[in-house]
Nanobody, 124 residues
Framework: QVQLVESGGGLVQAGGSLRLSCAAS????????MGWFRQAPGKEREFVAA????????YYADSVKGRFTISRDNAKNTQYLQMNSLKPEDTAVYYC?????????????????WGQGTQVTVSL
């Protein structure tokens, strides 16, 4: 398993942008699938985006396609989520996730390692 620490959440107006970062520790972290999930108040956690271990393939929820971009820098063991054109409905706690089953694609939804979460609030 790897340990994950998110940063970059905050309050932004609708139409604005934020970039989330997630630092992974562990010498095999670069070989893990990585992804982002979110959970809004009163709702179940949902998949947002994932990137394969090489950073070549990405996968997005329909609700964020064209607005969010996931990427990773294996030299830094860090993944990112660039969020543009934010909407109030994007308000949620965002969780970084990683999984050692790097051969599975499209990615699974039951990732094995999770960060503590970072709050993103989008105001009107």
């Amino acid at each position: 398993q790897v340990q994950l620490v998110e940063s970059g959440g905050g309050l932004v107006q609708a139409g604005g942008s934020l970039r989330l970062s997630c630092a992974a520790s562990g010498r095999t972290a670069r070989f893990y699938l990585m992804g982002w999930f979110r959970q809004a108040p009163g709702k179940e956690r949902e998949f947002v985006a994932a990137v394969d271990w090489r950073g070549f393939s990405t996968y997005y929820a329909d609700s964020v396609k064209g607005r969010f971009t996931i990427s990773r820098d294996n030299a830094k063991n860090t993944q990112y989520l660039q969020m543009n054109s934010l909407k109030p409905e994007d308000t949620a706690v965002y969780y970084c996730a990683a999984d050692s089953r790097y051969t599975i694609w499209p990615p699974p939804t039951d990732f094995g390692s999770w960060g503590q979460g970072t709050q993103v609030t989008v105001s009107l």
